[in-house]
């Protein structure tokens, strides 16, 4: 990266000859004339102050490059695509105030100012200075209510399998030390290094017969750990240690090989019983387990009927019938990252960021007993949603008896069946997880002689026994059952479906379910820059009054009469319900 400094200026306003010729092109409006002229330019170069050295040749505006990359990642453009529209486009030319003259800048420019943000953990500039605005503009306030979801990324990687994944891995380990230690490689390979692992690893080259392909696999492995052996070695450069594809090739090998200990054959020798290649049910699980050796921290899940390797970005909105649907907040982890742990850190960062709501709604895989309690005592903030079904199989046949049909007395300790029995012991204790449960267990004797033991327990020759969670817990957790029932709380919670909204306009519009880049900090990059993207679209629908979309309606389902609706259906959510435009064409803007 070259040696940039930032020299502030104060900010000019629009040039003449440019905001003419760009009324003049635009008679009906646009978009990006339409955002200066409310929002002005949303960020300022002392905002990235911090990412630039005192010294050195002067930079591009820090501010200019920001909208740049907000604007590309709205348009879906490549980094020289950006720099041909800064150059040629006359409503960029208005929101970045540049003169009809100006020639722009070399596309390199914008992937030098991501790394910046990178290197300075500033990507969410791009959002929170944009947020901020918003909130001088009296477009975002706190403690309303806000809503989350989150979907499925798709890594920027070819997806392997383990016989691909190891070779691969090798060959690029290797790689990696023919461009730092080119001598030291050539004087340690063998020749048959350069014939298997010369060309890009690719099944269709690979052995087709079992026998083989396990011979292949157990010569893989021994070459690996002996590559692995010389970098061990005293005189081997200790830099080499050091690079951050050899830590992938020792955790590779660690998963999906055993070594029996003792020295490794040399590699292409035959005899190679100190190497095991793994079977399948032998693997950790696959948190723990790099699927690619050029994006290591891309993950594979299975989620219901969606498999894939990459990431999950989770998406929190403002959702005010009264105000913008704006995206306030994007979280992005590897794919193995549960939902559930997710909520803590999402509300914080909206605390942090001065946005917390009310009432946040999510759906059950955000909510346990322990986060209803947590949001309410930490931030004051409602978290709302379903909970998630009681797994036992009490709660899945009729007339048998869950947890939830026991009394509990909190205060004396004492918990009672529905046939009026009362437990002999009430213990606490802390599991593995470090998670307070109670245990509670119910007498032999009574249950044994109980008439409807049958629905009660299974135990053949134990009594009916209760894990419970601890008070606030279990009596938060029963109360969001109670809410969520009732007509009410399915009124409220019916604004949450227009998070899917969002989410659809973010994959169809904005490319939000495949990343450009390889690592989770770049793809987060990514997402802070597309939030900002929507953002923008819905800030300039909003200020041009245009009205938020209504949820499709099929015309033969129009035609249906009111008796031909199921009870319970939800009714059609309003414009105000929905966050619109859910089907946002940049076209139309």
Known sequence: MAVMSLRPHALEPVPEETARVARAAFPKGNPYLTLRDTLGTIFHDDDFAALFPLVGQPGLPPWRLALVTIMQF?????????????????????????????????????????????????????????????????????RGQQRTDSTHVLAAIRVLNRLELVAETLRATLNALATVAPDWLQELAPLTWYERYGKRIEDTRLPREQVQRDAYAQTVGEDGFYLLDALDAPEAPESLRELPMIATLRQTWQRHYERSTG???APGHAAGAGVRFKANRELPPAAEGIESPYDPEARYRHKRDTQWTGYMVH???????????LLTQVYT??????????????????????????????????????????????????????????????????????????????????????????????????????????????????????????????????????????????????????????????????????????????????????TRYRGLEKTHLQHVATAAAINIDRLVAWLEERPRAKTRTSRFAALAPACAIPAGTPPEQTPADL???VTSSKSKL
Not at 95 to 103: I, N, P
Not at 405 to 427: H, I, L, N, R, T
């Open 315 to 325: 998406v929190s909105e403002t959702c005010e019938p009264t105000a913008p649907h």
């Open 74 to 142: 709205r348009e879906n453009l490549a980094d020289r695509q950006a720099a041909e529209a800064v150059r040629a486009r006359i409503d960029w030319k208005y929101l970045l105030g540049l003169d009809l003259t100006d020639s722009g800048f070399d596309f390199s420019a914008l992937s030098e100012f991501r790394d910046r943000l990178l290197a300075g953990s500033a990507a969410e500039h791009l959002l929170d200075k944009l947020l901020e605005r918003c909130r001088t503009q009296g477009l975002l306030k706190a």
């Open 333 to 514: 982890t590897p794919a193995t990252v549960h939902e559930a742990m997710c909520t803590a850190p999402i509300e914080q960062a909206l605390v942090d960021k001065e946005v917390p709501p009310q009432e946040h709604l999510v759906d059950a895989a955000y909510i346990s007993a322990n986060l209803l309690v947590h949001s309410r005592q930490t931030h004051g903030i409602d978290l709302l949603g379903p909970t998630r079904q009681n797994a036992s199989w009490q709660t899945k046949v009729d007339g048998a008896y869950s947890v939830d049909q026991f009394g509990v007395d909190w205060e004396q300790q004492e918990v009672w069946c529905p046939q009026g029995k009362q437990a002999v012991s009430w213990m606490e204790y802390v599991d593995r997880a470090h998670k307070p449960w109670i245990i509670v267990q119910f007498s032999r004797k009574d249950c044994t002689a109980c008439p409807t033991r049958a629905s009660c327990t299974r135990a053949q020759h134990k009594a009916r026994s209760l894990q419970l969670p601890p008070r606030e817990q279990y009596e938060a957790l029963q109360a969001m059952r109670v809410w969520y029932a009732s007509p009410e709380g399915q009124r409220q919670y019916a604004r949450r479906a227009g998070i899917e909204g969002t989410l659809s306009q973010g994959v169809r519009a904005f490319g939000l379910r495949q």
């Open 263 to 265: 020295e490794a054959p």
């Open 579 to 581: 966050p619109g435009p």
